[in-house]
């Protein structure tokens, strides 16, 4: 028995070379039988295959935190009491990791951003060359207007560079292209590890977390962020890559807390633009937690495209879009930053 005849394609009717369909199922058919004018026919329903449902798997609230609906965790009883969030002398955390394109500035933006809304006093310092923490906040640099790089090279006080944003209870320290060649200005300086931390000794008392966007590198200026920070949060992004330089970042950190600052300790490693469809980012999850265990955040940054047009609007998101799941996860990581800060602060004293 003869095959069947399969159907024609529908995308050959779009074939620009192709041939005049003789059939009268053809998507266009002219019918000749008035001399003067030529009448088009009516187009019969095109032969496109039908659509068949995507089997990836959508997207659901458990992206964000412990693999449970985000709507339960933030409605968890331990929720309902505040955070601590006022600190003696302020908490100077470093977000750093030497892989670019992890998150760290829409972090260290988001993160103050949320912390200041919870009421604590916030302090961001700009602290890469590419000066975007800065322009997502909506903080444009003018000529002659103080940045870092003044205060960590010139005679410039850092206070005389903080500059307000439009979150109540947050400031920034701007930075733009300039910041670039302190590294090299400050090859031959005294203590030229230190500069970061002398500067910001004299606003600790004035602010209750001060946070810190390191570049993607672990030069100099990241080397001097580190000196400063009390901690450090690592944001990993969910895909192998990312996990491939958190060694040297580990030994860097060893070396910093061997040599230069012995109080530097880890506040936690962030998970970030986790994409909850895949296979891959569970198992960049379940990785990153066998290794580093209760030093990740329960807390897990969604992948998101609203988080990604705030800084178009110079808006940390939780402002951009509140309901957002991204705002609602920064909101919730920012909870754990404090907690974890207050019982860094409590440890300390204990020790003591």
């Not at 095959?3 to 019918?31: G, M, S």
């Not at 590198?217 to 958190?246: F, H, K, M, R, S």
């Amino acid at each position: 028995m003869d095959a069947p005849e399969e159907p024609t394609p529908w995308y050959r009717y779009w074939a620009t070379d192709a041939e005049p369909d003789p059939e009268p199922d053809a998507l266009f058919h002219v019918k000749h039988d008035d001399a003067e004018a030529a009448e088009l026919a009516p187009v019969p329903e095109a032969t496109v295959p039908p659509v068949v449902e995507a089997t990836i798997a959508p997207v659901t609230e458990a992206a964000v935190v412990d693999e449970a609906p985000l709507e339960i965790a933030l409605d968890d009883p331990a929720d309902d009491a505040p955070p601590p969030t006022h600190f003696a002398r302020g908490r100077v955390v470093t977000i750093a990791n030497q892989k670019g394109g992890v998150g760290k500035t829409t972090t260290a933006v988001s993160l103050s951003a949320a912390l200041a809304q919870f009421g604590a006093r916030v302090l961001l310092v700009d602290f890469d060359p590419q000066g975007n923490a800065s322009s997502g906040l909506g903080l444009r640099v003018q000529q002659g207007q103080p940045t870092i790089y003044h205060v960590l090279v010139g005679d410039v006080d850092i206070v005389d560079a903080i500059e307000p944003t439009s979150v109540r209870n947050l400031f920034v320290v701007p930075a733009n292209g300039d910041l670039a060649g302190a590294e090299i200005e400050l090859v031959s300086a005294f203590s030229r590890e230190q500069r970061l931390r002398k500067a910001l000794e004299s606003v600790r008392g004035e602010f209750d977390v001060i946070l810190v966007d390191c570049p993607p590198t672990l030069g100099l200026l990241t080397v001097n962020a580190l000196t400063a920070g009390d901690g450090v949060i690592v944001p990993i992004q969910c895909e192998y890559y990312a996990l491939e330089g958190l060694g040297a970042l580990q030994r860097n950190a060893d070396l910093i807390r061997e040599q230069l600052n012995p109080e530097l300790e880890v506040v936690g490693y962030l998970l970030t633009m986790l994409d909850a469809r895949t296979r891959l980012s569970q198992q960049v999850v379940d990785e990153v937690e066998a290794h580093f265990g209760e030093q990740v955040f329960k807390t897990r940054i969604p992948r998101s495209v609203r988080l990604a047009e705030a800084p178009g609007f110079g808006q940390p998101i939780t402002i951009f879009d509140p309901g957002s799941r991204a705002a609602l996860a920064y909101t919730r990581l920012a909870r754990e930053v404090l907690e974890r800060l207050a019982a860094s602060v409590a440890a300390e004293g204990a020790a003591t």
